[in-house]
């Protein structure tokens, strides 16, 4: 199993940035997939995540109407849209499979993570 996230970097306040992972060695299109993110000092929390096809996904209060969570399993790519950006969104945001169709946690299998930066 392989997830590598990309599309972090450094965003101002207000701006937004596209998260990707690229998922192999499993079939993605059977899994329930998750970010979660873990700021300097601050333990690992969990971010979003969505179900198998897509149908159901979940938010932490934090970023809800802020992020969103996506998946294209013709391309075995999970993504997390980030809108409005905070510095306190700043963290390392990692890729997490799930162990079934619906449930992400327990994860399975993490990322390697993709820093994020908020910061003006």
């Known amino acids: 199993v392989q997830l590598v996230e990309s599309g972090g970097g450094l965003a101002q306040p207000g701006g937004s940035l596209r998260l990707s992972c690229a998922a192999s060695?499993?079939?993605?299109?059977?899994?329930?997939m998750a970010w979660f993110r873990q700021a300097p000092g601050k333990e690992r929390e969990f971010v979003a995540a969505i179900t198998w096809r897509g149908g159901i996904t979940y938010y932490a209060d934090s970023v809800k109407g802020r992020f969103t969570i996506s998946r294209d399993n013709a391309k075995n790519t999970l993504y997390l849209q980030m809108n409005s950006l905070k510095p306190e969104d700043t963290a390392l945001y990692y890729c997490?499979?799930?162990?079934?169709?619906?449930?992400?946690?327990?994860?399975?299998?993490w990322g390697q993570g993709t820093q994020v930066t908020v910061s003006s």
């Open positions: 997490a499979k799930g162990r079934d169709r619906i449930t992400s946690q327990p994860v399975d299998y």
């Open positions: 060695g499993f079939t993605f299109s059977s899994y329930a």
